[in-house]
């Protein structure tokens, strides 16, 4: 049994994957009284990602499979207000936002969590890939069995409160297990690949056009750790730490990676790789999910990036890696495990400003 005995109604999220979609016939077959919901969060055009009306007309059809309701819940006002507003506003400052953590934090599990209550569920089902673990302190989650397609990274803001009512039903199999089971019940989603890409941005268009048409975009010079102006951008929005494509020819013979983006001179500094490594990086709006941990934990700075050694300060202000490593891009997420289990969250902040001439 992939999932606990049936306790109560569930609000199924559907996004029309595969996942999600196995996710709902386990728990049918475990006993619970269950029903769909896809969630519509975004009017524009887009032609990846998880929102698009493709997806709502598979999830409906997978519900019919199974035999039960589904939903469609239009939560597009809050989506444009907790994600896509702030996901520009990033971007404007000169960070890399990372909109699908903030769309779990405040969509799927808290807008979705408030409607699940208004009907009367009692629980909240997804097709993640993570695990929800009892442990001494509570439930934690933690990292599902697939570490291929693990999200626990971008779960890692879930409370105990959420996590006493949410079922993960796939945390425990395979992706290559999620398609069989799929296939051997006829779902219309077996075969269907995995979203890619943020979902409100098209892949015709991209980050570029979307910026454009919400906030401008504005040209930038480019600086040497020096001070000297080695070159110019077009797009300063557009820029990330760490980037090395798109910078035109900077001078120097070597490859120039982005060291800092200072939104407020429309400044980019750049230098060579290993000026891109660092040994402390700092944090903002840090949770520890039972308060501080101390000696080294797991820190994970990417949606599928393999976690690092390193201590984090007891207030949370600042992770110690055990060995420089690259320097992560302001406004990701920070995620701290000790072995698969997540025990805190945060986000990179800027570091000190390097001085511009």
């Not at 990330?240 to 400044?267: F, I, K, M, N």
Request: charged share 25%.
């Amino acid at each position: 049994m992939r999932v606990p005995k049936a306790r109560g109604r569930v609000l199924v999220a559907m996004s029309g994957g595969v996942d999600s979609s196995v996710a709902a016939a386990l728990l049918l077959e475990a006993g619970y009284d269950i029903a769909g919901v896809t969630m519509k969060l975004w009017g524009g055009p887009s032609d990846t990602g998880c929102c698009s009306v493709s997806d709502v007309d598979d999830a409906r059809w997978v519900a019919d499979q199974l035999g039960v309701e589904h939903h469609v819940f239009n939560f597009g006002d809050d989506f444009e207000r907790d994600v896509v507003e702030p996901y520009v506003a990033d971007h404007a400052a000169g960070r890399t936002p990372n909109p699908c953590v903030e769309c779990n934090r405040h969509i799927k599990f808290r807008r979705l969590t408030h409607r699940a209550d208004a009907l009367g569920f009692e629980l909240l089902a997804t097709g993640h890939h993570a695990r929800i673990v009892t442990t001494d302190e509570g439930l934690r989650i933690g990292r599902g069995v697939d570490a291929a397609k693990d999200q626990s990274y971008v779960l890692h803001m879930l409370d105990a409160g959420v996590l006493d009512r949410l079922l993960l039903p796939v945390g425990e199999m395979t992706k290559e297990e999620v398609r069989r089971q799929a296939e051997a019940l006829g779902l219309v989603t077996a075969a269907k690949p995995d979203s890619q890409d943020v979902c409100f941005i098209t892949a015709a268009a991209g980050r570029r056009r979307f910026l454009g048409e919400r906030i401008g975009v504005r040209p930038g010079r480019i600086v040497d750790t020096a001070g000297h102006q080695v070159g110019a951008v077009d797009a300063l929005e557009l820029v990330t730490v760490g980037q090395r494509r798109g910078l035109g020819a900077v001078g120097g013979g070597s490859p120039r990676y982005v060291l800092d983006v200072d939104a407020a001179s429309a400044t980019v500094t750049v230098g060579d790789r290993a000026e891109l490594d660092c040994a402390v990086t700092p944090l903002e709006d840090w949770h520890w999910a039972n308060g501080p941990m101390e000696g080294p934990l797991g820190v994970q700075t990417s949606a599928h990036g393999a976690a690092a050694p390193a201590v984090i300060d007891a207030d949370g202000t600042a992770v110690h890696w055990a060995e420089p490593r690259r320097a992560v891009a302001p406004g990701q997420s920070v995620v701290a495990y000790a072995g698969d289990i997540v025990v805190g969250g945060g986000t990179a902040a800027r570091p000190v400003p390097r001085p511009v001439p």
